[in-house]
Structures are given as C-alpha cells and as structure tokens.
C-alpha cells in the first residue's frame, strides 16, 4: 500500500471582510501518496490557490483564518507547527511554484542571487557550492546560458526562461512535495509543452510528489494520476485519472469536460457550464453547485451530499448517488 505523504482533513478556511465572511474552504478532504501527481482542478475562483497556500500556511491572518481541520505532512501537524518549524518544512521539504513567476522573483535582484540564496539557506552549503547546484539545477531544466542567466534579471528573462528558473530554484532543495499552482498560465502552448515536460522528467527523477493545480484538463489529463475536483470552496469528486475522464461521477465533472472543444469536432458554439460560481459570503445551501444543476434534486438544496465510493477509489459528493443511481 502506498504511503500518504500529505493528509488534508475537514479542512475549512474564512476571510473576514467588510462584506462579510468568504466561507473559501469547507470541510476539504484530500490525500497525496508519496511519488504520486495529483491534479486539483476547478473553475477559477474555487478555491484552489486557497488550499494551496493552506498547506504552507501562507494565509494573511487578518483576514484569512484556517478556522478547522488538519493539514498532516509526514504525520506532522502543520497547523501546530512553530514559526521555526515552518521555516524548515517550507522549501526543504514543500516547495511551492506559484501562478506568475515575475511577481514571485524579485525585480531589484538578480536571479542568480535569489536562487543562490534559496541554496545557502536550506542547504547549509557556501557561496561557490550554491552556485554550482544553481547552474546544475538550470541545466536539467534545459535553461540556454545557465552561467548568464544567473547575472540577469527577471525582467530581462522570458516568461518560460523565469518560470524555468522557479523550477529549478524550488527543486534545488529536493524537497518530499511540490505545489505547482497553475505554473503554465502565462505562457503560450509551446513553451507551456516544454514546461510540463520537464517539470515531469524531474519530478518524477526525484521522486518528488506533485499537487498539480489547474483549470486546464488537458494539462491534468497529461501528467496527473489522479485528479480532485473541486467547486466553490469543496471537492465534488476524485478518482484516478483514467476514470475520471471516462466515467465522471458528478454533473459539474460531466459539464467540465462537455466544455472542453474536441480538434475532430465540429460545432458552432461550445457546450458550457451554464450559471456562474457562486460567491462565497452566502453560498448555496445544501450542495453549493444545485442551483446550475439539470439534474438536481429535492435534497440537493437542503443536505450537503458527503462522498460516496461509486467504484473502487472513486469516490463523488452528490445526491444522485446517494439516493441509489
């Protein structure tokens, strides 16, 4: 049996505005087994980037609050940890990709300074020792001119060239687990290809295990073994990958994938999720995607549905299958 690196349990989140309470997460449950890639898709807004941060605890406290729940790493309480703890997990053993690499690299320093200090600080190792895993570091992600790369700024690198070097600064470190939150958003098809596939031949190199956060099925389809879905704040389904493409539990699964346009298919308009993602001050009662569902039921605006196994390690939070479909 595979073991759990990392175990999100009835995890909820609250940002506390002067709207009111965003009630961001509620009651997340999710795993990640060592050397697995798990995807985490959604529509934007869901809360993906929310959970992501959670594990990390990089939510702003005010106004974000993880209000309940358990984040274990190794069996390890991150929610319990101690400022100097977190300062050790993160990096030596999480590591975080973030959406857009030019707002997480410093503009006023060059990227050789920042990826050398990341070294220097984990690894305990010298000035010309950090350099060394830096340029070596640059080379397995297939980075043209590591040496000059490393004397310039972020500005003056592409979006694939930065986003290739957030790679390599995150994976200097070797770390257990990698958040990669949407890492190819910004790039185009091309460059986004040559991204996934290297971020994959390291990965898995390494052994490291990969949260995968995207809105994109087509990159979760390529490189995840299993996907989690999640809708406004919780996960509606989660199967192996394979099933999921090809036998989707939940209505709004069944709509994501409607959605997405086939190359040997012809229509004049695409399919869509009809409606829009609820806000999160006062969401849906019940299940919180009924209101955009066709097949709603009675109970679907009342009971919040709890997860139900439809087949083997595939499991769907919805009425349809409770009630004995």
Request: glycine share 8%.
């Amino acid at each position: 049996m595979t073991e759990t690196l990392l175990d999100i349990s009835d995890l909820s989140v609250r940002f506390f505005t002067y709207q009111g309470i965003v009630r961001a997460l509620e009651d997340v449950n999710l795993t990640v087994s060592k050397g697995e890639v798990l995807g985490l898709v959604g529509e934007t807004g869901c809360g993906k980037s929310v959970l992501a941060r959670s594990v990390l605890r990089l939510i702003a406290d005010p106004p974000g609050k993880i209000s309940a729940g358990k984040i274990l790493f190794k069996g390890e309480d991150i929610l319990g940890a101690s400022r100097r703890r977190l300062r050790t997990i993160r990096g030596n053993e999480i590591s975080m990709i973030f959406q857009e690499p030019m707002s997480s690299l410093n503009p006023v320093f060059r990227v050789g300074n920042q990826m050398m200090e990341v070294v220097m600080l984990h690894q305990r190792v010298g000035k010309a020792e950090a350099r060394r895993i830096c340029i070596d570091m640059l080379n397995q992600v297939k980075m043209p001119d590591p040496e000059a790369v490393l004397s310039k700024y972020p500005y003056e690198l592409s979006g694939g060239m930065r986003q290739r070097a957030m790679i390599a600064m995150e994976l200097s470190c070797r770390p257990e687990l990698l958040i990669a939150d949407e890492p190819t958003t910004a790039l185009d098809v091309t460059v986004q290809a040559q991204v996934l596939t290297i971020l994959e031949e390291l990965t898995r190199r390494q052994g490291v295990s990969v949260l995968f956060i995207s809105h994109d099925l087509g990159v979760i389809a390529q490189i995840c073994e299993r996907v989690a879905v999640m809708y406004a704040g919780r996960i509606v389904e989660i199967a192996p990958a394979r099933k999921l493409f090809s036998n989707p539990g939940h209505p709004y699964t069944r709509g994501l994938l409607r959605a997405v346009p086939l190359v040997d298919e012809e229509r004049e308009t695409l399919n869509v999720v009809p409606g829009v993602v609820p806000g999160l001050i006062d969401p849906p009662r019940g299940c919180r995607f009924h209101p955009r569902c066709a097949e709603m039921l009675e109970a679907c605006g009342r009971i919040v549905p709890g997860p139900v196994e439809v087949e083997p390690d595939h499991h769907v939070a919805c009425h349809l299958w409770g009630s004995g479909r």
